[in-house]
């Protein structure tokens, strides 16, 4: 499963405090993030289930080829998604 959080309207500010308070305390050691738009995973076929849990922003990334004999189409959504996403570094005045 990937959980993503919808940020429109965010400020870097209130998404870094998110992260940090959400994120980060998941996955220790991150070095950033990855950003893309929704359109992006409609165009793969995805979807998303906004559960807000543990944040109102937060969705769940549904829709995903699971099958036994859907692995490389799986494979090249996610290489799709990556080729399309902007990483962004953690910024320097937090703290790992």
């Known amino acids: 499963m990937l959980s993503i959080y919808r940020t429109e309207s965010c400020s870097e500010s209130e998404l870094w ?3 940090q308070r959400h994120v980060e305390s998941s996955q220790s050691n ?7 738009l929704a359109e992006d995973f409609y165009a793969e076929g995805l979807s998303f289930d906004p559960d807000g849990v543990p944040h109102p922003r937060h969705a769940n990334v549904i829709r995903w080829p699971l099958g036994a004999d859907q692995k490389e189409q ?4 996610k290489q799709a ?3 399309r996403a902007t990483f ?5 005045n ?3």
């Open 81 to 83: 998604l990556a080729d």
């Open 94 to 96: 937090l703290s790992p």
């Open 17 to 19: 405090t998110i992260y």
């Open 88 to 92: 962004v570094g953690r910024p320097a």
């Open 30 to 36: 991150s070095i950033g993030t990855a950003r893309t």
């Open 74 to 77: 799986l494979k090249d959504i």
